[in-house]
Every structure is written in C-alpha cells, then in structure tokens.
C-alpha cells in the first residue's frame, strides 16, 4: 500500500516562503507523475504544478514564477518550494503520485493522495 504523508506547511507572511515535501512510502515499482493540488475553502481544487518521471514540469499560471515542483526519484518524494507567497495562495495543499499497480489484466497506473498540508499567508 502506498501512503503519502505531505508536510512543511504553515503561516507565513506575504511575500515569504515555504517548501513542502510529500514522500511516498509503501511497495512501489516506480513513480510516474508526481505534483500537487491545493483547494481553498469554497474553492474548486485545482492543480498548482506536476513533474513527470522525465522531469518535465507544468504549472498553473497563478503561481508561475513562484513556485517550484522537484522530485528525488531515489526518495520517491516530491517537493514544491513556494516563493513570494500571496495570501491567494492560502489552501490546503495536497500531494499525489502516480504509481503502476498489477491488476488483473496487467499494470495499471494508480493516483495517490496526501492527506494535505495547510498553507496559510498572511497580508
């Protein structure tokens, strides 16, 4: 079973920073894509940056320039520094992971989930 277990998040001014980390543990063949969503209260969740295993990335253009998503493939961990936090960016933050499973016709891929870090900024 794999579990993702986010953390680093906190309060933090305006124009401060934040890196959060999301490690993967459990049985697992190989990552895939890796990122993080975040969901503001009233708010739909929405995909703030991803990594593939080839270390291509995207990002949402809301944090563009902002944030930075990395993986340590030996660690199966991903992280997302956070800079010139805006408190627009306050949510709850969460991490998945793409993993390949065996199902009963062969490998399949399955996403995993955090159970989310809160990031709160201040004005």
């Known amino acids: 079973q794999v579990r993702l277990v986010e953390s680093g998040g906190g309060l933090v001014q305006a124009g401060g920073s934040l890196k959060l980390s999301c490690p993967a543990t459990?049985?697992?063949?190989?990552?895939?894509?890796m990122g993080w969503y975040r969901q503001a209260p009233g708010a739909q969740r929405e995909l703030v940056a991803a990594?593939?295993?080839?270390?291509?990335?995207m990002y949402a253009d809301s944090v563009k320039g902002r944030f930075t998503i990395s993986r340590d493939n030996a660690k199966n961990t991903v992280y997302l520094q956070m800079d010139s936090l805006q408190p627009e960016d306050t949510a709850t933050y969460y991490c998945?992971?793409?993993?390949?499973?065996?199902?009963?016709?062969?490998?399949?891929?399955?996403?995993?989930w955090g159970q989310g870090t809160q990031v709160t900024v201040s004005s």
């Open positions: 998945y992971a793409h993993a390949p499973s065996r199902g009963p016709t062969g490998w399949v891929t399955i996403e995993y």
């Open positions: 459990g049985s697992i063949f190989s990552m895939k894509a």
């Open positions: 990594i593939s295993s080839s270390l291509n990335t």
